[in-house]
């Protein structure tokens, strides 16, 4: 990258000095602390001061505030989000002086290289979800983990740790390859879908990019793949590594019998080549989590855990900040918020809702998360927000795109019969106020801002 004549793992060794470019990120701000326990100097900037940065100042990293190449000083190396351009004049300023700049997949990989155990959990969506799961079977088992979220878990208080053992586990995205950076020795698939089509060209393009994810696995590891997704056992199919497949719709060598409901959260034994490796008692709601909880304890089983760390990890997970999480009340109505963006997620997670007989009436306040998503997947979207009762619906969250489609929330709206159209936040939670009712489930989702507009609805009840 950067036409950098070494590889990252030069560079990562104690005395260099590391400059991360968006230090207070979710996944830079654990990588500082990583990179400054093996030894490295290490420094940084943000746009915004926050209590990351605070955190990291606490630890003796200094950061900058704006981003202005002086930040740099005498740094050996510089590491980038990819959220942060060639245009920044930090990294135009690096280029000048010939200082290498990788980005920060390349340098979880190179970490990744010192543990016997990496733990890489991958998949259109139930990431975050999912490595919050093993994250619990892990402390559980007292592994110590090193561990990378892409979102913030009760249990550490954040959404990473740094531990000593032998683990490490990393949510791992697709988008730009950035997976492919990585060096797992347990590859988790979840799913493939299509998503992230402004950089991917199609499903098979996706699929191609999971496949190498895959072949990442040394012949000594293993990859763990969805048997009930078709795209995901397609990207696998012929795979030469150690595959063990997880399910409930068909075989598969990890699955869950005796499946029901107690007080509303599933419960089943987990079943591994026909044996029963656990008994898993969620506190999560849903089809998709049930899944979730196989895919964590296939993981935890290649790599020799006990099924009783399955068994306490999973009965201490109650999900993942924005996954269903629940926020308040208002007027009689419980307000809970989600972090999906995608028609896949939109589906399990309404339709999980759906099967909550307690509420009257399902009220969803939608953001699109991206242009070249919401056009792409219109119909899609369409389709799957219609199974709310009250659809209120922001405008699209731009996040790194320009709108040269020339779309917007509004047509969404005009396609779904009752939804109402709010170009701000602040028109959300007007429409939210005036619509509740004793007994809704309200629902904020999406990747963007929309949890702010279900704050300030319960804001404005104290």
């Known amino acids: 990258m950067m036409n950098n004549p070494h590889p990252i793992r030069d560079y990562i060794v104690p005395g260099k000095r590391a400059h991360l470019v968006g230090i207070g990120g979710v996944s830079m701000c654990p990588l500082a602390e990583v990179l400054k326990g093996m030894g490295l100097e290490v420094q940084g900037s943000d746009m915004t001061d926050s209590d990351t940065v605070k955190h990291l100042r606490s630890l003796g990293i200094p950061v900058a505030i704006g981003h202005s190449a002086e930040n740099l000083g005498e740094c050996d190396f510089v590491v980038r989000t990819a959220a942060v351009h060639d245009g920044n004049p930090e990294i135009a300023g690096a280029i000048a002086r010939k200082i290498p700049v990788y980005e920060r997949a390349q340098a979880w990989g190179a970490i990744m290289r010192r543990y016997p155990n990496a733990l890489c959990v991958a998949g259109t969506h139930g990431k975050t979800t999912t490595t919050s799961m093993c994250t619990h079977i892990f402390m559980a088992a007292e592994k110590d983990p090193t561990v990378m979220i892409g979102g913030t878990l009760p249990l550490l208080g954040s959404g990473y740790r740094v531990g000593q053992g032998d683990t490490i586990i990393l949510e791992s995205c697709e988008y730009c390859n950035s997976f492919l950076s990585f060096y797992p020795t347990v590859a988790v698939i979840l799913n493939v879908e299509e998503d992230h089509l402004d950089f991917f060209k199609d499903l098979a393009d996706i699929q191609h990019s999971f496949r190498r994810f895959a072949e990442l696995v040394p012949a000594a590891g293993a990859v763990v793949v969805n048997a009930d997704n078709a795209a995901a056992m397609e990207a696998v199919a012929g795979l030469d590594r150690s595959v063990l497949t997880f399910g409930l719709d068909y075989p598969a060598d990890c ?208």
């Open 255 to 462: 699955t869950a019998i005796h499946l029901r409901e107690e007080d509303g959260f599933p419960v089943f034994d987990v079943v591994i080549h026909g044996k029963v490796y656990a008994h898993a008692a969620l506190r999560v709601h849903g089809h998709h989590n049930v899944l979730n909880a196989l895919a964590a304890a296939a993981a935890a089983y290649v790599l020799g855990l006990p099924g009783s760390a399955v068994e306490e990890g999973l009965a201490s997970f109650t999900g993942a900040g924005r996954r269903f999480e629940f926020k308040g009340s208002y007027h009689g109505a419980d307000v809970y918020d989600d972090y999906a963006h995608h028609p896949d997620e939109l589906h399990a997670l309404l339709s999980t809702c759906r099967e909550l007989t307690q509420y009257k009436r399902l009220v969803v306040a939608f953001q699109p998360h991206t242009y070249s998503r919401t056009a792409k997947l219109f119909d899609h979207f369409v389709e799957e927000l219609k199974q709310a009762d009250v659809v209120i619906l922001a405008e699209i969250f731009a996040a790194r795109e320009q709108n040269t489609l020339g779309i917007s929330s509004a047509d969404l709206c005009r396609e779904i019969p009752g939804a109402v159209y709010c170009s701000t936040l602040d028109k959300v939670t007007r429409e939210l106020r005036q619509v509740a009712q004793p007994g809704d489930l309200i629902l904020t989702v999406g990747a963007g801002d929309i949890y702010r507009a279900g704050e300030k609805l319960l804001e404005g009840d104290k």
